[in-house]
Structure formats: C-alpha cells, structure tokens
C-alpha cells in the first residue's frame, strides 16, 4: 500500500495530468456549449455523438503513448532493471503502477466532467455513461500500453508501438473490417462483424456506450436484438468481463516478459 | 285521481322512451340524405354491417352529430360522400372498412370526423374529386389515415393521425394544401407521390414507427413546398427521390437519425432549415442542381464576417451512407472514429456531394448548471490531487 501510494503521488505531479485535465475540460465545454446553444435535446444527438467520437479518437491515444513512455523511461534509465530484482513478484510490481495510473486518471477525468457539468446541461445519466466510457478506454488503452511499454527496448520503440496500435485499433479499424467482412457471405457478415467486436476493446466500448444512450435502432433493424442485449444488464456484464479479461491477460503477459528479462539477466 | 293515473303513466313510460333514443340502431340498408337535406343524429349511434351507414347524394347533403359502429369485417365505406357541396360535420366512427369515402365530388366539407380503425380501411379516401376540405380530422389505427388520389385543390387543416402505415398518402393529386398536420407513430408521416404543387406547413411530424419510419416521403412529388414544419424522432425526417422543383425551407428537423435523405432530388431549394441534432443531417446521392444555403448543420462553422453565415461550406458527402446501402452489416461502424477519419480521407467528388455554400452559424452559448453536488465532488477531487501528491518518491 506505501508504494502504492508513493506510485499514486508520482503520477499526480507529473506535469501531462494537468495537461489532461485541461484537454478534457475544453473538449467537454466546447461541443457540451455547442449542444446547449441548440433547441433540442434528444437522448443520443450528433453532440452525444461527436463526444463519443472524440473520446474514443483521442483518449486511447493519450493513454496508450503516456503508459509506454513511463515504460520505455523506465528501461531507459535501467530502473526497470533494478525492480526486477527486488524482492517483489513482477505481477504486483505491474499491478502497483498500473492501478496508480489508473486511479489518477479516474481522477483527472471525474475532475475535468465535475469541472464542466457547471457549464453543460445534460442528464445525470449521460454525464454517468460518458464517465463510464472515458473510465473503460482509460483501464483498456493503460494494460496495452503497459504491454507494450514493457516490451519496447526503449521509450522511441514503446512511442511507435503504441501509435501503431492505436492506429490499427483506432484509424485503419473500420477498413479493415470493410475489406475484410465485404469478401464473406451475406448471411454472416453481421454476426462477423459483431464477432470483430470483441477483438477490439475500445470498439466494444464504443458500441456499448452507444447502445445504453440510443435507442435500440441505432445500428439499424439488423442489429436491434444485439443492441438491445448489449443495453441490458447481462450484455454489460458480458462487456465487463471481456474488458476486465484482456487487461488481466496483458498485465500478467507484461509480469511473464519481465520475470523472463530478470531469468536472462541473471543468467 | 285521474290526473295521479296520468303522471304515473307518464313515469313509468317516460324512460323507457329514453332508452329507446339511447340504443344503437342496427342499419341493414344506408341513410341516403339527398340534396338539400340535413341529417342531425343528435349523438345517437349506428351500426351498419355490409353496406355503408350513409350515403350522401345530390348537393348539398349535410350528414351531423352521428357516431358509427361497423361489423367486423366489413369492407364498404361507413359514409360515402359523392356529388357536390356536402358536408359531414362531427362524425364519430369506430371502423372495420373505410371510414369516409369521398369519390367523384367537389367542394365537400368534412368538419371533426373522427375515425378509429382496425388498420385494414383508409381512415378519409378521397377519390378523384375537386376541392375537398378536411377540418380537425383525429384518426387513430388506419392503414392510410387520409388517402387522396387524384383531383385536385384539396385542402387539409389540423388532421391529427396516428398508429396508421401513412398518416397521410397522396397519389397524383395537385394543389394540396396541408396545413397544421400532426403525424406521430405511424410508419410514414405523410407520403406524397406523382403529385404537382402541393404544400406542408406549420406541421409537427414526430416518432414515426418501423423499418422506414420516414416523416415525409416525396416520390415524383413535383414543385412540393415543405416549410415551418418540427420533424424529429423519426428514422429518416424527410426523404425525397426522383422530385423536382422541392422547397424546404424554415423547417426544424432535429433528433431523427437521418435528417434528410435526397436521391435523385433536382432543382430543390434547402434554406434556412435547422438540421442539427441528427444523428446524420444529410444523405444525397445523386441530387443535382439545387439551391442550398443558410441552413444550420451544426458542422464547423467560421462566420468571419459576422453576417451569421459561415464561411467554411458544409459538404455532405454519401461516404457512409453508399457503404451501408450495400452492406447492412457496416451500419455497425456509425460513429467509430476511424470511420469518421475514413470519410474525410475518401472525399467523393463534388457532383454527388451536396454542398452548402453558407450554412448558419451554430454559436457557444453556456449558461451557469453548477450544483451543489458538482461543487462538492470537485472541491474533494481537487482535495484528494492536493494531498495525493504529497509523497517521495521511493526510487
């Protein structure tokens, strides 16, 4: 718990938390301001919409290349080679730091929505499923950057790494569906493409949160069972677990390659 | 004691009469009113099975204050209405068939009718006639809820329909004027095909229903005028293909998924419409030749000059919408940022690419939503960051 803590007051003061907090409070202010000025006010608009976008755009990419420079840092200035031989399994070494890092940025974001909710109308209810959203691609894109920071040689390879990831997960995403998904059946390209969901965390998250603010036609009548499913208490467990899981699974694969690196050295 | 004798007669006949005024009465042949004659049921109820309840003939037949019942299954028209000048005022039908047929008339009237249906009749039909007026029609469970084919100078005010496949459908009639319409929770609010001149004013067009769920359809719709109308909640707001000459103007079409979806739209005239809110504002596929300018898109706007109109041009480009169209499966991608980028990268050229040349400004406009519990929650976050960092560092 002390070095949790230690952890947690390292994060604080780096000087990129007070930069998310500010990135984050202009974003919500701006497009919350621009739905404000407009009449209407339906569950899921285009400035839901538009936040949802630019959340998923941006967010990933923050956390993604701010965990791997930690990482990459950390190798860099041989302090990675140090922890690996502290009497600490690797495990909770990662679990320590990536729960700091999680915790601040909980705390950024939470900060940042209570910071702009006194300018920006919008229903508890939104406010809370767009925390939820910010909270889940946060915990998703810091167990892949912790990956891939831990296995990056040096800050400049866990950068590129976790751009390139975020760039296929992210940008070439849709295309790689498109060309991919348009060569199979008719029959099955739905059920494809709801299969390709569940390789892409922050794509799950994205049609989640899409499917607690809309209604269940938003993707169209093919999707209406699924979208309905996924609103409803078990298809957010399912989200849940499939989130939880792969953070899990990159945490521990971060312990196993840096236990292994610890083996080598000492060899 | 004969006068006692008299008063209980009179008492014990007196509501028996009453009754008697109450009871629907059963119609195995129609009520024809012929010209000049009114018919006034004072509230009292028909029902009819295999013919209509009434049929007005000649001129100037007026038919008032009467409710009618039909069998079920029946599929004749519960009034039928044909010569010139009559008038159905306050008729209240609950109907299996149609509800009112109006065929081969001019200048007839229907004032209040009120029509509930089972969806398999046409709440009003009005057949090849001239100049028909409908007033203040409510007509709930219709397969149309006021059918007009053919004719012309037709004349619509305050219908309310609801729960019906068309709220309202117009086949080839010219010079409609359709003004107040409430058309809420039916498939289509108001379909309009092959007609000439026709106009949509002041309506409120929401909450359409189903697979297509449209607000306005135009079909072949010639010189139509689409103006101060609230159309939201629907799937698609309105949807115009293959029509010429189409105004739509100073509408608020906010909160549908698809505001306005153009294809094969020519010579239209889209200004000062309030589109934002939308999950897409537009798709237009090959629409060409149209006016458009002055619409709020709630896109990136810079007003330089501070005339209220943007000069950044909003283009609409099909992208998304031609993708979805050959492949449903991809509507799952609606929203995801690489999609968003996607589009931007693929731009289609400009004669499929509606464009509008000076959108209205959308400006910022923030009003103080602080509350105590935000206060709170901020005042502790920034406690908790304060002392958080208050630690050394351990290597």
């Not at chain 2, 001239?130 to 053919?150: F, L, N, P, Q, S």
């Not at chain 2, 012309?152 to 009639?173: A, D, K, Q, T």
């Not at chain 2, 409430?182 to 289509?188: K, P, V």
């Not at chain 2, 101060?228 to 189409?246: M, P």
Request: proline share 3%; hydrophobic share 50%.
């Amino acid at each position: 718990m002390m070095l949790w803590r230690i952890e947690w007051s390292r994060t604080l003061r780096q000087k990129e938390s007070y930069v998310f907090l500010f990135t984050w409070m202009v974003t919500l202010v701006l497009l919350g301001g621009l739905g404000q000025a407009l009449p209407v006010a339906s569950a899921y608009t285009n400035v839901n919409a538009s936040l949802l976008t630019i959340i998923g755009l941006v967010l990933p990419l923050f956390v993604m290349l701010t965990t791997a420079l930690q990482w990459g840092g950390e190798r860099e200035s041989k302090r990675l080679r140090l922890l690996t031989t502290y009497p600490l399994s690797m495990f909770r070494l990662i679990w320590m730091r990536y729960s700091a890092f999680l915790a601040t940025q909980a705390l950024i974001v939470t900060l940042a929505y209570a910071l702009a909710s006194f300018v920006v109308s919008m229903p508890l209810t939104t406010w809370f499923v767009l925390w939820t959203y910010s909270i889940g691609l946060i915990a998703y894109g810091a167990a892949l950057g912790t990956f891939v920071g831990v296995i990056g040689r040096n800050r400049l390879q866990a950068v590129l790494l976790s751009f390139l990831i975020w760039i296929v997960m992210i940008l070439l995403w849709p295309t790689i569906l498109v060309s991919v998904i348009a060569w199979m059946p008719y029959g099955i390209q739905a059920e494809a493409m709801i299969g390709a969901l569940f390789l892409n965390g922050f794509e799950l998250l994205r049609v989640w949160v899409s499917a607690v603010l809309a209604a269940p036609d938003l993707f169209g009548a093919i999707y209406e069972t699924f979208i309905d499913w996924l609103d409803g208490s078990i298809g957010t467990a399912v989200v849940g677990f499939t989130i939880a899981t792969v953070i899990l699974w990159m945490l521990s694969a971060s312990a196993w390659w840096l236990r292994r690196e610890g083996r080598h050295d000492s060899a | 004691m004969r006068r006692l004798s008299w008063l209980l007669a009179l008492w014990f006949f007196s509501p028996i009469a009453v009754q008697a005024d109450t009871e629907p009465v059963l119609l195995e042949e129609p009520i024809v009113i012929q010209s000049n004659e009114t018919f006034n049921g004072a509230g009292k109820r028909f029902i009819s099975c295999e013919r209509p309840a009434f049929q007005l003939e000649g001129i100037g037949a007026v038919l008032e204050n009467v409710e009618i019942e039909q069998c079920e299954r029946t599929t004749v028209p519960a009034v039928l209405v044909e010569g010139l000048g009559h008038q159905v005022i306050d008729a209240r039908i609950e109907a299996a068939g149609t509800g009112i047929a109006v065929s081969d008339s001019h200048g007839v009237r229907l004032i209040r009718p009120n029509v509930t249906g089972t969806g398999r009749g046409e709440g009003i039909s009005v057949h090849n006639s001239e100049a028909t007026v409908i007033k203040g029609a409510i007509i709930d469970h219709a397969r149309d809820g006021i059918y007009i084919e053919d004719g012309s100078g037709h004349e619509l005010v305050r219908p309310l329909v609801m729960n019906s496949r068309y709220g309202i459908h117009l086949m080839f009639p010219t010079d409609v004027s359709i003004t107040s319409p409430i058309l809420h929770h039916n498939e289509t609010g108001a379909m309009v095909m092959g007609t000439e001149r026709v106009s949509i004013e002041n309506g409120q067009i929401h909450d359409q229903t189903g697979a297509t769920g449209m607000g306005l359809m135009l079909f072949e719709a010639v010189e139509t005028t689409v103006r101060a109308n609230a159309i939201h909640g629907n799937r698609v707001g309105i949807y115009a293909e293959k029509s010429e000459w189409t105004a739509i103007h100073h509408n608020g079409v906010n909160g549908n998924d698809i505001a306005l979806r153009l294809q094969r739209a020519t010579g239209m005239t889209l200004a000062g419409n309030d589109l934002t809110h939308n999950r897409y504002p537009v798709i237009s596929f090959k629409a060409a030749d149209n006016v458009i300018t002055g619409n709020r898109w709630g896109g990136l706007t810079l007003d330089l000059t501070e005339d209220g109109q943007s000069e950044i041009p909003y283009r609409a480009d099909p992208y998304l919408f031609l993708l979805a169209d050959s492949y449903e499966a991809f509507e799952l991608l609606y929203g995801a940022p690489g999609l968003t980028v996607l589009e931007r990268a693929l731009r289609s050229p400009d004669e499929v690419t509606l464009i509008d040349t000076a959108p209205l400004v959308t400006n910022f406009k923030f009003t103080w939503q602080g509350t105590v519990g935000a206060t709170v929650l901020s005042g502790l976050l920034m406690l908790l960051w304060r002392f958080g960092r208050k630690q050394d560092d351990y290597l």
